[in-house]
T-cell receptor, first 114, second 115 residues
Framework: EPEVTQTPSHQVTQMGQEVILRCVPI?????FYWYRQILGQKVEFLVS????????KSEIFDDQFSVERPDGSNFTLKIRSTKLEDSAMYFC????????????FGPGTRLTVL | SQKIEQNSEALNIQEGKTATLTCNYT??????LQWYRQDPGRGPVFLLL?????KEKRKERLKVTFDTTLKQSLFHITASQPADSATYLC??????????????FGTGTQLKVEL
């Protein structure tokens, strides 16, 4: 069964450093998303991406964040200058159809900012 | 402000019983409501989706109801098993004009099914 994959599974970085989190969505999906979950808290929407453009972003997704689909398979989230409060689990998700349909989540990348 | 609440942080039930989880929301008008399962350290896994014009949806041992007047969804697991132990997340699905749909999650209910 096709699945969303994410790398790395765990990333440790120093405050102020740049990180890139990578995702490979399911191949025939058209809509791509990033969510984050701070330990013990709820899953929060960050950004959605369709047709090589951001279609929606949350207040969390400030100028330090960017997303890219550099080729036909990868979808990346970059945090330009990490802060302590960026420590969280980051989930990539994709969906085949737009109309409220289910999203398929990856296993997540645990980001620890020291 | 918009709010999604799920009943109690933890729910313990005996194997074989029916687990009922509640999701209440305010200041939303979702077109869809979805339920996901999340195991520790893992990503959410889709279980069921119900549309605003549907009252009930079933899939195997799972049943979801959606009352847009009460702004509430109930999620039932019948004949529960220890393997059903996980956190269950309610998510409101809002269709984005630019494409895709945004999921807004509740905090989840941790279900533990005991032998």
């Amino acid at each position: 069964e096709p699945e969303v994959t994410q790398t790395p599974s765990h990333q440790v970085t120093q405050m102020g450093q740049e990180v890139i989190l990578r995702c490979v969505p399911i191949s025939n999906h058209l809509y791509f998303y990033w969510y984050r979950q701070i330990l013990g808290q709820k899953v929060e929407f960050l950004v959605s991406f369709y047709n090589n453009e951001i279609s929606e972003k949350s207040e969390i997704f400030d100028d330090q964040f960017s997303v890219e689909r550099p080729d036909g398979s990868n979808f990346t989230l970059k945090i330009r200058s990490t802060k302590l409060e960026d420590s969280a689990m980051y989930f990539c998700a994709s969906s085949e159809l737009a109309q409220g349909r289910e999203q398929f989540f990856g296993p997540g990348t645990r980001l620890t900012v020291l | 402000s918009q709010k999604i609440e799920q009943n109690s942080e933890a729910l313990n039930i005996q194997e074989g019983k029916t687990a009922t989880l509640t999701c209440n929301y305010t200041n939303y008008s979702p077109a869809y409501l979805q339920w996901y399962r999340q195991d520790p350290g893992r990503g959410p896994v889709f279980l069921l989706l119900i549309r605003e014009n549907e009252k009930e949806k079933r899939k195997e041992r799972l049943k979801v109801t959606f009352d847009t007047t009460l702004k509430q969804s109930l999620f039932h697991i019948t004949a529960s098993q220890p393997a059903d132990s996980a956190t269950y997340l309610c998510a409101l699905s809002l269709i984005l004009t630019g494409g895709g749909n945004k999921l807004t999650f509740g905090t989840g209910t941790q279900l533990k099914v005991e032998l």
